[in-house]
């Protein structure tokens, strides 16, 4: 239940971070325009909403595998998606502010610490993997397909 619910967090957390940084990628100019215009922000900024966006289908995923009683798989799928998305959302969120990100001043710090904390609880990225891969092995070669179009 817990890392269910740490996804879920992580996902809603990570939607404000990329929110948080297009809205700032938008608002702050250099070189007479706003740094959203470049395209090397706007191939981060991209990354960052597809990680967020992938969060949060791996977290309704997990509940619809709730309602299934398959709660391993659910809840790996979903904590190692939304671990992996908190890592790589905190960092670009963190590339587009610079260093206002971290001041008292700002609130991004406040979302990204709390996404590296709950990246670490009810298991990280690589015990969610192991999970999913001790999983798959024990159903054998034979099921290893029908595991992964399921």
């Excluded at 398959?70 to 905190?90: E, I, M, N, P, R």
């Excluded at 700002?106 to 990280?124: I, S, V």
Aim: glycine fraction near 8%; charged fraction near 20%; hydrophobic fraction near 45%.
């Amino acid at each position: 239940g817990l890392a269910v619910m740490r996804a879920l967090m992580i996902s809603g957390a990570c939607d404000k971070v990329v929110e948080l940084a297009v809205d700032y990628a938008n608002t702050r100019k250099q070189f007479g325009k706003p740094i959203g215009k470049f395209q090397a922000l706007q191939h981060q900024l991209a990354e960052a909403s597809c990680r967020a966006a992938a969060a949060e289908m791996a977290g309704k995923y997990a509940c619809r595998e709730l309602d299934n009683n398959q709660f391993l798989a659910g809840a790996a799928v979903a904590k190692y998606t939304a671990s992996v998305a908190a890592k790589d959302v905190s960092r670009i969120g963190h590339q587009v502010f610079g260093a206002i990100g971290i001041t008292d001043e700002h609130e991004l710090h406040y979302y990204t610490r709390r996404l590296w904390q709950w990246r670490a609880e009810a298991g990280n990225e690589r015990y969610w993997s192991e999970q999913l891969g001790n999983k798959i092995l024990a159903a054998g070669s034979e099921q290893l397909w029908s595991s992964l179009t399921a």
